[in-house]
């Protein structure tokens, strides 16, 4: 059974820098495209950062280029989210996925990551940005 659970959440002031992690359980991180989604209230969930498994393509929203970088290490099963010069419109729960397709262009990760097309969810983690 895939499993992935986030950490790393949490409250932190404007300006300042949190990384989220991303343990995956029951299968091979690497093997797999990951994203990183976040909800704020009231709003849809919206992709944050993907990362293609065979090429490592990236893909930022514009909305966080520049201050967040995703990152995956392959001998732990985890993949991060540094997260800097955070802005309380960064507030949101935080969920990491996962989705097996192997050797998918640049702009299927885009699109992957445009309409949430991925299988596995992990149960998100709150991200506060308040001073």
């Known amino acids: 059974q895939l499993q992935l659970v986030e950490s790393g959440g949490g409250l932190v002031q404007p300006g300042g820098s949190l990384r989220l992690s991303c343990a995956a359980a029951g299968f091979t991180l690497a093997n797999y495209n990951i994203g990183w989604f976040r909800q704020a209230p009231g709003k849809e969930r919206e992709g944050v950062s993907c990362?293609?498994?065979?090429?490592?393509?990236?893909y930022y929203a514009d909305s966080v280029k520049g201050r967040f970088t995703i990152s995956r290490d392959n001998a732990k099963n985890t993949v991060y989210l540094q997260m800097n010069s955070l802005k309380p419109e960064d507030t949101a729960v935080y969920y990491c996925?996962?989705?097996?397709?192997?050797?998918?262009?640049?702009?299927?990760?885009?699109?992957?990551?445009?309409?949430?097309?991925?299988?596995?969810w992990g149960q998100g983690t709150q991200v506060t940005v308040s001073s």
């Open positions: 996925a996962a989705e097996f397709l192997p050797e998918a262009s640049i702009t299927t990760i885009q699109n992957m990551c445009a309409m949430r097309t991925f299988g596995s």
């Open positions: 990362l293609g498994s065979s090429s490592g393509t990236t």
